[in-house]
């Protein structure tokens, strides 16, 4: 009996052994999963993405792009909009650099000029069809015939209308310049609402925003300074003079702009695809219309470009901007960041799905970019200069026009 018993117990230990060998505690599991992290290649990320929207995409890319291989771990970090630029030429020894950057469109020429981006077409020619693309958005990544980026989404701006007050002013949409002042006139209610607003912001969003009234007037590519654009400075000058649009424009940003229509201070913003998401949350009744047309019509493109830093680690930048590159990834992505995908084919379902976003959609086809607008840096300051002398300088409509022309001509 007691051989059995002994027997017994030597088997049962002999179990628990072999049991106990198979179980990991959960701090061995974490142990495991920090040696595997250990051995992954750190990524970082630079952008100017600020919205909850945007984060919350970001978010959702970086997390996929980290689970679905273990040979890169990227993360990103925020740098203002402003300071962009400036951030990255500052930090140009290599520990201090990212190793990407989801930059500003027109921005990209300027980084290729200063040598910091990563020439990837080597890396792309099986991967990444330049045709897929909407061609005034690819023109951002390309120089001569080397590509050193891959766009990441695009954008356009519209006017977005309180479909309610239109329906209790008892109007349309207008569709031509007079048309539109009559409407910000009749939206107007003197110390609490302003019909218009738009954002004049120095730099590149207030000439962004200024744009399109440029192209309707006549500008073109090649010829920002066509008499006919004159009529926007009178247009702009009206607007302020008569209280339809607030001076605090100067101030405020596209995602101010977005605040003071939710918030019922505007009837009618000029605005892209980024403040939808605020928009639908709010759960006020809004609409979308195209630019009215005066002597023409247009948009300027807008978006962000995904590029590799030079000198860092390209090959891991690369395999993040073909995680990126897949169709579901990018669906997924542009639906949560309210951003149209920089595909033709996305970006048409992506209006299917979302109507509110069509009108954007709809003027992809016809939109020009910044780099197609010759000396767009120039044609930027120059604007920007210009939008802010109309806020209360003093000086005339005709004497900003005069030195907007000897700016561009310079």
């Known amino acids: ?87 990255l030429s500052f930090s140009q020894s290599g520990e201090s ?13 300027s980084l290729i000029k200063l040598g910091m981006l990563a020439d990837i077409t080597d890396y792309l020619k099986e991967t990444i069809l330049a045709e897929e693309y909407y061609g005034e958005v690819w023109k951002s990544v390309e120089n001569r015939e080397r590509y050193y980026g891959v766009p990441f989404c695009c954008n356009n701006t519209a006017i977005i209308y309180n479909k309610r007050i239109f329906r209790e002013k008892d109007l349309e949409i207008p569709t031509t310049w007079d048309a ?7 939206l107007t209610k003197e110390g609490s609402r302003y019909g218009f607003a738009m954002s004049a912001v120095s730099g590149e969003q207030g000439a962004f925003q200024l744009m399109p009234w440029m192209l309707a007037a006549g500008a073109g590519p090649d010829h920002m300074a066509d008499n006919g654009c004159k009529e926007v400075f009178f247009l702009i000058d009206g607007l302020l003079k008569n209280k339809y649009m607030p001076n605090d424009c100067l ?21 892209g695809p980024w ?64 951003n149209i995908p920089p595909k033709v084919e996305l970006a048409e379902t992506f209006g299917q799905k979302n109507p509110q976003y069509q009108v954007f959609v709809s003027q992809m086809e016809d939109g020009i970019s910044r780099k197609s607008i010759k000396d767009w840096k120039k044609v930027c300051n120059a604007l920007s200069d210009s939008l802010n002398k109309m806020f209360g300088s003093g000086e005339s409509v005709e004497e900003i026009w005069l030195q907007y022309v ?5």
Request: glycine content about 8%.
């Open 97 to 109: 650099l990212p190793d990407l950057v989801l930059a500003d469109n027109p921005d990209i020429g």
């Open 275 to 338: 403040a939808m998401a605020e928009l639908e949350e709010s759960g006020m009744e809004f609409g979308v219309f195209e630019f009215p047309a005066h002597t023409s019509q247009g948009v300027v493109i807008g978006g962000e470009v995904l590029a590799a830093v030079k000198g860092k680690n390209v090959e891991g930048a690369v395999s993040f901007i073909n995680y990126y590159n897949k169709k579901e990834v990018m669906e997924d992505i542009c639906q949560i960041t309210r």
């Open 1 to 87: 009996m007691k051989k059995r018993t002994i027997c017994r117990l030597i088997m049962l230990l002999f179990m628990m052994g072999i049991m106990g060998c198979g179980v990991k505690s959960d701090e061995d599991l974490a142990d495991t999963e920090a040696e595997k992290n250990a051995k992954r290649q750190e990524l970082i990320l630079w952008t100017y993405y600020e919205t909850e929207a945007q984060k919350k995409g970001l978010d959702k890319l970086v997390g996929g792009f980290n689970e679905a291989q273990q040979q890169y771990k990227i993360s990103w970090e925020y740098v203002p909009m402003a300071d962009f630029i400036r951030t």
């Open 251 to 271: 101030n405020w940003s596209q995602n101010d702009l977005t605040r003071s229509f939710v918030e019922g201070r505007t009837a009618m913003i000029e605005n």
């Open 406 to 410: 000897k700016d561009i001509e310079r």
């Open 180 to 186: 539109f002042k009559q409407s910000a006139a009749a």
